[in-house]
């Protein structure tokens, strides 16, 4: 089954890897409905996937809020009759030493990041098991796996949805339903460009191709496991990290 024309839900599509993700599927023909906080931003993912002859549509909502989440998913599985592909790329970060770390950051990364994904994979699996077919792509990171210092919340954020991805892929697979998580190592993107010149020097010393990746390095994870070519990998953890986490 080619990728063209079916359905993908793009959580955080506004900018950096979901936005490169929501493009680079619309190149193969996806239908996009793209989700993130604020329709501006949204707007020029869209314009991007028009350019690369696709798609989008638009529902800026906060993933953290299940009740909003559902209803623009229920609203897309309406429109489109059906919810092939869902990525859960959404995240943030908030980070501090756990010393100093205020209980807000905590729960703002760990609603965000985890419960977002509840959320949306709990909307999503109504329409899935219906049509019985289903993909569900959880962008966690390699910080979930090897952790970070400053990171305690957002590592724990990112473990959690290691354990979540393999524990829905054991529930759904008899219906045809694989759901796999992508961890990306340091890629370019908002999320990073703020690190100080220390801590990106330290960093790139742990990246064995010694370099950061970029956006579409990501995407290029998202299609495969989009794609009949993964249609035997379920509940698994694809590093995309230049060495970083091996
Ligand atoms: P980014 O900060 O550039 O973009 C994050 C996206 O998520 C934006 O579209 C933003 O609007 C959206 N978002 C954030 N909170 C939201 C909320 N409550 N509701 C709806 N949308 C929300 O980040 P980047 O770098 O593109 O990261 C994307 C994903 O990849 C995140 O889950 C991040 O944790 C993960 N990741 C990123 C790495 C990196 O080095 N950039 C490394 C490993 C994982």
């Not at 030493?97 to 950051?105: A, G, H, I, S, V």
């Not at 892929?169 to 890629?187: C, D, L, Y």
């Amino acid at each position: 089954m080619s990728l063209r024309d079916q359905v993908a839900i793009v959580t955080g599509a506004s900018r950096g890897i979901g936005r490169a993700i929501a493009v680079r599927l619309a190149r193969e023909g996806v239908r996009i409905a793209g989700l993130a906080r604020t329709r501006e931003t949204l707007e020029e993912t869209a314009r991007q996937v028009e350019s690369a002859g696709g798609k989008m549509t638009l529902y800026p909502c906060d993933i953290a809020e299940t009740g909003p989440v559902a209803t623009a998913i229920e609203e897309i599985a309406r429109t489109w009759s059906r919810v092939d592909l869902l990525v859960n790329n959404a995240g943030i970060t908030r980070d501090n030493l756990l010393l100093r770390m205020k209980p807000e950051d905590w729960d703002l990364v760990i609603q965000t990041n985890l419960k977002g994904a509840f959320n949306t994979c709990r909307a999503v699996l109504r329409p899935m098991l219906k049509q019985k077919y289903g993909r569900i792509i959880n962008i966690t990171s390699v910080v979930g796996v090897v952790g970070w210092p400053g990171q305690t919340n957002y590592a724990a954020s990112k473990a959690g949805l290691i354990g979540f991805t393999k524990s829905l892929a054991k529930e759904v697979a008899s219906r045809n339903i694989t759901v796999n998580a992508v961890a990306p190592g340091f890629i370019v993107t908002d999320m990073t460009s703020n690190l100080s010149e220390e801590i990106r020097s330290e960093a790139l010393k742990t990246i064995p191709l010694q370099r950061f990746g970029q956006a579409e390095e990501i995407a290029e994870a998202v299609v495969f496991l989009a794609s009949d070519s993964s249609s035997y990998i379920t509940g698994q953890v694809l590093q995309v990290d230049g060495g970083l986490a091996m």
